[in-house]
């Protein structure tokens, strides 16, 4: 292969997602990640991509509306390119109105989703109250018998969704590699490890992780709703299983060790699921999220590294913030143009 325009470092759906769009672009690029693709978080089970609620609205519930509306595209375009599927759809959400202040804040947002989930080609999706009954068992248990339906929410299998880069990515001729020497400009995107490191180098604390358990399910809901009850996530996937997560563990000693808690989310989401209740666990799993200091993804150069540039912090929402970050990171590493908005920047993390 010809020298590299551009080295990714870090095969998590930031990297992987900057790196297909910059090829798209006709970028020569290189993925490094000395354990593979979505060996971190990236690798997990839920793959809810679900919006802020529509109200006090910033800069980072703009940038994530955009690119929740930005991810069918993507997704299709990823698709055709690798021939494998990342499992989306934009199949919406279930939300239980257990007391009459839920319900006032409910009736509240749907009129300012009706104002803020617009663009100038119009509506892009509403926030309902709903009577639960009308989506039959899949609903969840509700004090008033309502629910709030929104169809924002989306879904995608997250280990899958990295496996479609993959294969988009191989058949735009782009090498993975466990090792290799930096080429062109330098992205990382190296999660919770690079967060640690930049801890290390700064001597500050620029973010830290956030361990969750999670887990997959045998139960074809077919393209019903995902649910958010119990403060869990509930997602039907496309291969006929269901993702069910996750806990949000500040401290822990194993990143990667599943325990009790993971059953008492289990629990819980039969509680809420009754259809659940007799489905086969397939898979236990666990992993530590980065979260940069400011909660928003960490985005631009790499101060006092010319040439080094960072994308970092995805935490809960990385996957549906995938699609515009990519856009963003290719602007700023082909273009020199700078579109990260505010409260993004490595330096709002220094």
Known sequence: MAMADITVRGAGIFGLSIA??????????????PFGPSAGSSGGLVGALAPHVPENWNPKKQFQFESLLMAHRFWDDVEKAGGVSAGYGRTGRLQPINDARTLELARQREGTAADLWRTSEGQQAKWTVCAAEAFGDWAPPSATGLVIHDTLSARMHPRRACDALVAALKAKGVPILT?????????????YAGLQKLNQITGKTVGGGVKGQAALLRYDAGEAPQLYADSLHIIPHADGTVGIGSTSEREFDNGSGT??????????ARGAVPLLQEAEVIERWAGVRPRAKSRAPMLGPWPDRPSHFIANGGFKIGFGMAPKVAEVMADLLLEQTDRIPEGFRVEDNL
Not at 20 to 33: E, L, N, Y
Not at 179 to 191: K, M, N, P, R, Y
């Open 179 to 191: 090792d290799g020497s930096d080429q062109g400009q330098v992205l990382h995107a190296t999660g």
């Open 259 to 268: 325990d009790e808690q993971l059953d008492d989310i289990l629990s819980r």
């Open 20 to 33: 297909w769009i910059c090829a798209r672009r006709g970028a020569r690029v290189q993925v490094i990640d």
